[in-house]
């Protein structure tokens, strides 16, 4: 079966320091890979999106970054981390064709 | 690109009543309608989804009914439970932009016992 993990599960960063978030997907592959974020009460935003090794689409402009460097590893990253990039980070796949989307557990992003 | 809106925010029904979410879509190329149910502090859970080609689908007390004409979807949900309550996400997704999932903003939904 397939699973997703994503890590860690919380984190507490200053302002200025660089983060790395980690996805992977066990069980399926060349799946569809998605990063988002979701504000305090709010709804999901969708950040960056992957169909396949190397290939990183940007939803918004911001101070992060995706790499897919292998088939089932989605990172997420940001040289210098900025109070309002706090926030709950969400990893998903999907095998595409119109599919389920499988959520990671999530990373609790606090930046002080 | 799509576009969802999700109403309302807020809903606090009693416990055995029903609740309906809606929500619009802006790409009539959508064609995947997804629900997803959020408990505090976990990872979104898909609930029940239904495809442009169908109208309608049941899962228990759980339906959504989906009008591709006027561009809208909606979930009901009848003889609410106090484990209802939580946060759930109706969302649209375009087979020809990656299937990337557009989600609405999200419905806090409160049952009272």
């Known amino acids: 079966s397939q699973t997703i993990h994503q890590w860690p599960a919380t984190l507490v960063q200053p302002v200025g320091s660089p983060l790395s978030l980690e996805c992977t997907v066990e069980?399926?592959?060349?799946?569809?890979l998605y990063w988002y974020r979701q504000a305090a009460g709010r709804g999901l935003q969708l950040l960056f999106y992957?169909?396949?090794?190397?290939?990183i689409s940007s939803e918004v402009p911001q101070n992060l970054s995706a790499s897919r460097p292998q088939d089932r590893q989605f990172i997420l990253s940001s040289k210098k981390l900025l109070l309002s990039d706090s926030g709950f980070y969400l990893c998903?796949?999907?095998?595409?064709?119109?599919?389920?989307?499988?959520f990671g557990q999530g990373t609790r992003l606090t930046v002080v | 690109g799509e576009n969802v809106e999700q109403h309302p925010s807020t809903l606090s029904v009693q416990e055995g009543d029903s609740a309906v979410i809606k929500c619009t879509y802006s790409d009539s190329a959508s064609n995947y309608f997804p629900w997803y149910k959020q408990e505090l502090g976990k990872r979104p859970q898909l609930i029940i989804d239904i495809r442009s080609n169908v109208g309608e689908k049941k899962d228990q007390r759980i339906a959504v009914t989906l009008n591709k004409t006027a561009k809208h979807f909606s979930l009901h949900i009848t003889e609410t439970q106090p484990e209802d309550s939580a946060v759930y996400f109706c969302?649209?997704?375009?087979?020809?932009?990656?299937?990337?999932?557009?989600f609405g903003g999200g419905t806090r939904v409160l049952v009272k016992p």
């Open positions: 998903a796949w999907q095998t595409g064709m119109n599919t389920e989307a499988f």
């Open positions: 969302a649209a997704s375009v087979k020809a932009a990656g299937n990337k999932l557009t």
């Open positions: 069980g399926t592959s060349n799946p569809n």
């Open positions: 992957s169909v396949g090794i190397g290939q």
